[in-house]
């Protein structure tokens, strides 16, 4: 049973234009949650993050956005580069030290 | 340079051989974790670690095992490898439980 759920495999985006990513979760006990970003024949880095307590975080180009009643939160990139092509995992804590990863989203930046 | 590294990146193994994992950490991370991934899929803990001496299991039922000896280095050992065991194999530490830092992970097959 997925507790995080990322329902788009893949996603392409023109460069310069916005990249939304999407995450639903099940658990209404997270009380924070993740996005790591990950290349090829690399290991995944972290890249924002938010608490429950909020409902926005931004960092430069990156703004994660959460809905604590639609238990969804996105993942904005304005605008989107090439070097964003990648697959972006939604991850989220329920504070025990673990984090529960969803399946992934491969963007693609098209030139 | 803070790093963390994980040895062999690939590996071709055939049944019932003895394998062990290597995973180090240059930062003085307390927290480890050992993350199992197939292709398109979410990652799943298999294993973590408080510190020397700690090791749980994760969410992830695994037949292999690991052991924390050192507060940088995190091995996980097979001690008899199947096909079911192929996969991808990733190495994290951690400051804190949302910022994990990921190795470049094992690729294992297991013929």
């Known amino acids: 049973d997925q507790q995080v759920k990322q329902n788009s495999p893949s996603l392409s985006v023109q460069e310069g234009r916005i990249s939304i990513l999407n995450c639903d979760y099940t658990?209404?006990?997270?009380?924070?949650f993740l996005w790591y970003k990950k290349y090829p024949a690399e290991g995944p880095t972290f890249l924002i993050s938010?608490?429950?307590?909020?409902d926005k975080n931004e960092d430069g180009r990156f703004t994660v956005f959460l809905n604590k009643s639609a238990k969804h939160l996105s993942l904005h990139i304005v605008p989107s580069q090439p070097g964003d092509s990648a697959v972006y995992f939604c991850?989220?804590?329920?504070?025990?030290?673990?984090?529960?990863f969803g399946k992934g989203t491969r963007l693609h930046i098209l030139p | 340079e803070a790093d963390i590294y994980q040895t062999p990146r690939y590996l071709v193994i055939g049944t019932g051989k003895k394998i062990t994992l290597e995973c180090s950490q240059t930062?003085?991370?307390?927290?480890m974790y050992w993350y199992q991934q197939d292709p398109g899929m979410e990652l799943h803990l298999i294993h973590y670690?408080?510190?020397?001496?700690?090791?749980e299991k994760g969410d992830l039922s695994s037949e292999s095992t690991v052991s924390r000896i050192r507060t940088e280095h995190f091995p996980l050992t097979l001690e008899s490898a199947r096909p079911s065991h192929t996969s991808q194999y990733l190495c994290?530490?951690?400051?804190?439980?949302?910022?994990?830092?990921f190795g470049p992970g094992t690729r294992l097959t297991v013929l």
């Open positions: 994290a530490s951690s400051l804190n439980p949302y910022e994990q830092f």
């Open positions: 658990n209404s006990m997270f009380d924070y």
């Open positions: 938010i608490s429950s307590i909020k």
């Open positions: 991850a989220a804590s329920g504070g025990d030290d673990k984090i529960i």
């Open positions: 930062m003085g991370h307390d927290k």
């Open positions: 670690s408080y510190g020397v001496n700690s090791t």
